[in-house]
């Protein structure tokens, strides 16, 4: 069965270390997403997708950066770790630009100290 | 911009009904979407509302007035796992903008 996984589960780190979060989707979407979710806020967009070597910033970026070489990857990165970006992180995957259901992975929990 | 608006919690007992009001600010909006989360779990896609009106999928009702700026999810013949947080999305500008959620607790 098609699915979307995120490693790792869990995380602690350190202020100013580098950080990736692994995203894989199996479903061969186009569309891949990040968020963040902390309490009261819901989810943010930081990042987002709509094909290989196609990024673009959401509304939460600074501070994160993705790249995509393949389709079925969008690794997200924490360029210098803040205990700001502590929080869970979610992708997400959809079919195509414009359709509203997106699939999310089971999300990873980062926290820096 | 968008901006949704839904509120933080709803209480209620099984059997029950349960409305949630969504509320939006945006431009080059095309669709409503609702998501179901339970704790610690991922968001997971309840439905989806282009034109107004009601959609009705087994218990869960979606509704969308684009005049109004306003949808709201209806929960039927509560039960005990439909305690999670639900939120609204907006999809516009081809990516989804959540509103902050709420938080349904059904009691027995």
Redesign the interface.
């Known amino acids: 069965d098609a699915e979307i996984t995120q490693s790792p589960r869990h995380k602690i780190t350190e202020t100013g270390r580098q950080v990736t979060l692994a995203c894989h989707q199996t479903w061969n979407h186009n569309n891949m997403f990040w968020y963040r979710q902390d309490l009261g806020h819901g989810l943010r967009l930081i990042h987002y997708s709509y094909g290989v070597h196609d990024t673009n910033k959401g509304e939460v970026s600074d501070g994160y950066s993705v790249s995509r070489s393949n389709t079925e990857d969008l690794p997200l990165t924490l360029e210098s770790a803040a205990s700001s970006q502590t929080s869970v992180y979610f992708c997400a995957s959809s079919e195509s630009r414009g359709r509203s259901e997106q699939y999310f992975g089971p999300g990873t929990r980062l926290t820096v100290t | 911009g968008q901006s949704l608006e839904q509120p933080s919690e709803v209480t209620a007992v099984e059997g029950a009904i349960v409305q949630i009001n969504c509320t939006y600010q945006t431009s080059g909006f095309?669709?409503l979407?609702w998501y179901q989360q339970h704790d610690g779990?991922?968001?997971?896609?309840l439905s989806?509302n282009?034109l107004d009106g009601l959609e009705e999928t087994g218990r869960f009702s979606s509704f969308l007035s684009r005049s109004d700026s306003y949808g709201y999810l209806l929960l039927q013949e509560l039960q005990m796992k439909d305690s999670a947080s639900y939120?609204c999305?907006g999809?516009a500008g081809?990516?989804?903008?959540?509103?902050?959620?709420t938080r349904v607790l059904v009691k027995p």
Do not use: E, I, V, W
């Open positions: 095309y669709g979407s779990g991922a968001p997971t896609f989806y282009a939120f999305a999809a081809n990516k989804l903008t959540f509103g902050g959620g």
